[in-house]
């Protein structure tokens, strides 16, 4: 049941991220792959801040679409 969740989150992180960052994203897998390392960034980073989002499903999708986001970011940087 926690990788169903992790795949869920993951993919609506990884869409939302693509959605911001204005990119047409890496597929369902790529986008599922980049929601979950995007967690584990942005649960770092939101640590690192002192920022809770308070937890359960919403506060997940946040933190791994901020750090989806921050992902994209760097991996722009270095395409350039």
Known sequence: MDLLYFLIIGGI?????GQIMRGSGFGILGNIVIGIIGGILGGWLFG?????????????????????????????????
């Open 13 to 17: 992180a990884g869409w939302i991220g």
């Open 48 to 80: 690192l801040l002192g920022i809770s989002t308070g937890g359960g499903l919403i506060g997940s999708i946040i933190t791994a679409a901020a750090g989806a986001v921050v992902l994209l970011w760097i991996a722009g940087l270095l395409k350039k």
